[in-house]
């Protein structure tokens, strides 16, 4: 596949459809990215990293602001919007190389589709969600715990970003 192809491929269209594709990109791609010695070895990396930022935000208690936040009229912020913008082709597919899977829970239109009782399915999150630093977070934390929140998310984006790297260099071949 061409550069171009991957990318216009990847951005283009709603939740359903960037999951279509993912799900025919893993058809046809997924044997030869799991083939990949530094694909797995990514992917288990930011698996430990994803482990890493959940125990520190399960350690601040996140859970506690966010289901109180949820349960105003105005909800919290994982609305259908961000499940359809925020998520593309390869980030999707990337969950589901790590064995995620990824499906759509509700098609309310007023959260996310890939938003489940406990809370996101997805192991590795869409950018703007990992990035996401509410007012409420903020002034309920300490700044020593946000300090540690911001290096943990930016390890893991960091890691995301290079293992997208590799899954579209591997696409080109
Ligand atoms: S991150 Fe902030 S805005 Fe989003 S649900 Fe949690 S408390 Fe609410
Ligand atoms: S964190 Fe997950 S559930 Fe929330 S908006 Fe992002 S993708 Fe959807």
Redesign the pocket.
């Known amino acids: 596949m061409k550069y171009q192809e991957i990318i216009s491929i990847s951005y283009c269209g709603n939740a359903p459809e960037k999951l279509a594709k993912a799900e025919e990109m893993l058809q046809e791609f997924g044997q030869n990215l799991l083939a990949e010695s530094k694909i797995v070895a990514a992917v288990e990396e930011l698996r430990e990293r994803v482990v890493s930022l959940d125990t520190h935000m399960a350690a601040m208690d996140m859970g506690k602001n966010c289901s109180a936040c949820a349960a105003t009229p105005l909800g919290g912020?994982?609305?259908a919007y961000?499940?359809h913008e925020?998520?593309d082709v390869l980030q999707l597919l990337m969950n589901m190389l790590a064995g995620i899977k990824v499906k759509l829970v509700r098609s309310d239109d007023l959260e996310?589709c890939?938003?489940e009782e406990t809370?996101?399915l997805?192991l590795f999150?869409?950018i703007f969600?990992l990035n996401y630093l509410c007012e409420r977070i903020r002034q309920h934390s300490g700044e020593q715990d946000l300090k540690l929140l911001e290096e943990r998310t930016a390890s893991l984006l960091g890691g995301q970003v290079e293992l997208e790297g590799l899954i579209i260099s591997r696409l080109q071949k």
């Open positions: 912020c994982c609305s961000m499940g925020n998520n996310c890939f938003l809370g996101c997805l999150k869409p969600c």
